[in-house]
């Protein structure tokens, strides 16, 4: 479907590919898996960070680290400017240990922004500095129904009203400090996966849901055997939880970014856990006109099952990377997370489609040549519409004759559902 001001001409013009890109769907689902069984609260990184740059050299793709580790591979194109970037982050919600208490409890504060509602009874891992790795469950300060009764049922929702009780017999402060335990210690999260009926339930899907979507990608342009049209930088960065995600991690030829995370199924969203869910906007503002609806263009054109949404509280590595100071356009495609940033649940098909549609965006042609030129002149410069529809167009006639009839849009000649396509 075509509309005024999209890129889809030149798309079908340029793309090579003829059916919805092959993603490996069982590649998908274990990279997920395996992804989620290494712990990464931000700040807690490294380890994923191998994991993924290893998988980078088992798919031949070549990649350099920036020194705290974000992660920037590259698929050459047959040209190398404008360069594009798709991106997610391989790091999670988690927790630190702020204080030892004097019951022998820990003290958290949470990394990220997410309810200690569903901290409540996490099993967790404490990494500790001389004493490896501890175990221990996330209570509410009440936690006995034996002893608080109702009580358990009236006491705040808040990190203040949780503790870690430890897999180690700890009764105060110095005994925590001899079992190795101490402030600062990163606690990560049991994400506890179980696929389905085809669905995924898990915490940290946000963004780990992301990254498996966008390593099924690259294997599928990778083992296509095809030259993309233009350079595309993949990026995982580390430090998306806490708001600097892609700040720092972008070469400086990067003319365009899709950002790939979770999008929000909720009452009032249009959000679902199947398809791909583009968001138009989030708290930060709107993405970029252009480059939106082309990804829109390209589900529209393979047939991937789509629907757009406008996010609340919420950002994502493209306005860490705006905020930077990067002169590019963004755009956001996600998978539906129900319950984000609480106990998760996406459907493998969402990934998929969400796979489907990176690999066709990195094998096309660029939104707009010109944007090579950090500068350039207004001749080119692309338009949004903003002409009426015939109908709709005011004239002095129109106006007498039309004074008490409210102007509405004829839904026949809507290109798209308001809502969902599917
Ligand atoms: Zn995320």
């Not at 820990?106 to 990494?127: K, M, N």
């Not at 406008?310 to 990377?321: E, H, M, P, Q, T």
Request: proline letters at 6%.
């Amino acid at each position: 479907m075509t509309r005024p001001g999209s890129r889809s001409s030149e798309v079908e013009a340029a793309l090579p590919m003829e059916d919805r890109p092959a993603i490996d769907a069982t590649y998908l689902q274990d990279t997920l898996l395996t992804l989620l069984s290494i712990p990464s609260p931000s700040g807690y990184t490294d380890e994923v960070v191998h994991w993924v740059g290893e998988e980078l050299s088992r798919l031949n793709i070549s990649f350099e680290l920036t020194r705290r580790g974000a992660i920037r591979a590259r698929l050459m194109g047959h040209q190398s400017s404008p360069a594009r970037a798709v991106v997610s982050h391989v790091d999670t919600l988690g927790a630190m240990v702020k204080n030892l208490k004097s019951n022998g409890r820990l003290e958290i504060v949470p990394i990220g922004h997410w309810s200690s509602r569903f901290a409540e009874g996490g099993r967790v891992t404490i990494f500790t500095d001389r004493g490896g790795a501890k175990r221990g469950t996330v209570l509410p300060l009440k936690a006995s129904g034996h002893t608080f009764n109702e009580e358990i049922d009236t006491q705040p929702v808040s990190w203040d009203n949780v503790e870690v009780r430890t897999d180690d017999f700890c009764a105060s402060a110095d005994e925590l400090l001899e079992h190795g335990f101490n402030i600062g210690d990163y606690v990560a999260f049991d994400p506890c996966p179980e696929v389905h009926n085809g669905f995924i339930v898990s915490r940290h899907l946000d963004n780990k849901a992301g990254v498996a979507s966008m390593l099924a990608a690259a294997k599928a342009v990778v083992e296509s055997g095809r030259k993309i049209p233009v350079q595309c930088h993949l990026l995982f960065t580390i430090s998306e939880e806490v708001g600097t995600g892609a700040s720092a991690i972008l070469h400086g030829d990067v003319s365009e970014m899709v950002a790939v995370d979770n999008a929000t199924p909720a009452p009032g969203q249009n959000s679902r856990e199947r398809g791909v869910t583009i968001s138009m906007k989030d708290q930060t503002g709107p993405f970029d006109y252009h480059l939106t609806h082309k990804l829109i263009d390209l589900c529209e054109q393979y047939g991937i099952p789509h629907q757009r949404d406008v996010f609340k509280y919420y950002r994502c590595d493209a306005a860490s990377a705006l905020e930077a100071g990067n002169d590019m356009r963004v755009a956001l495609v996600c998978f539906g997370a129900d319950a984000s940033h609480g106990y998760e649940r996406t459907h493998t098909q969402a990934l998929v489609c969400l796979g489907e549609l990176i690999a066709a965006y990195v094998d096309s042609p660029p939104t707009f040549p010109r944007d090579k030129k950090r500068l350039g002149p207004l001749d080119g410069f692309p338009r949004q519409p903003i002409e009426l529809e015939p109908s709709h167009r005011f004239s002095a006639e129109s106006a007498t004759e039309d004074d008490a009839e409210p102007r509405v849009p004829d839904p026949a000649r809507s290109s798209e559902s308001p809502n969902r396509s599917e």
